[in-house]
């Protein structure tokens, strides 16, 4: 009943920017939240930005200063901004959403994953 399309991955020098999208679709009631993880080969996935009822937004230290994630709420899109890439940044990217959406039933609460984009730092 929910799905999320991830965009915007692809290849960049270092210091390039990048932007990923990720819209989420279907009988949607509420979004308590939306973010970005990341996982690169061999590690474990990891939180890089998250916000919070549209408002409230943590980051990983490795990415404060240089990203930003938004919303669109009208929308139900989530955007991460990403700007003075490193390679390190190189991973694959993906969308989280804590929401709330109506099964036909009842409503129910529960996270949901996107595919995945993929992010490549490289000179």
């Known amino acids: 009943q929910v799905q999320l399309v991830e965009s915007g991955g692809g290849l960049v020098q270092p210091g390039g920017s990048l932007r990923l999208s990720c819209a989420a679709s279907g009988s949607i009631a509420s979004i308590n939240a939306m973010g970005w993880y990341r996982q690169a080969p061999g590690k474990q996935r990891e939180l890089v930005a998250r916000?919070?009822?549209?408002?409230?937004?943590n980051y990983a230290d490795s990415v404060k200063g240089r990203f930003t994630i938004s919303r669109d709420n009208a929308k139900n899109t989530v955007y991460l901004q990403m700007n003075s890439l490193k390679p390190e940044d190189t991973a694959a990217y993906y969308c989280?959403?804590?929401?709330?959406?109506?099964?036909?039933?009842?409503?129910?609460?529960?996270?949901?994953w996107g595919q995945g984009t993929q992010v490549t730092v490289s000179s």
């Open positions: 989280n959403a804590d929401l709330t959406y109506y099964t036909g039933s009842y409503f129910r609460t529960r996270d949901y």
């Open positions: 916000i919070i009822s549209g408002v409230s937004t």
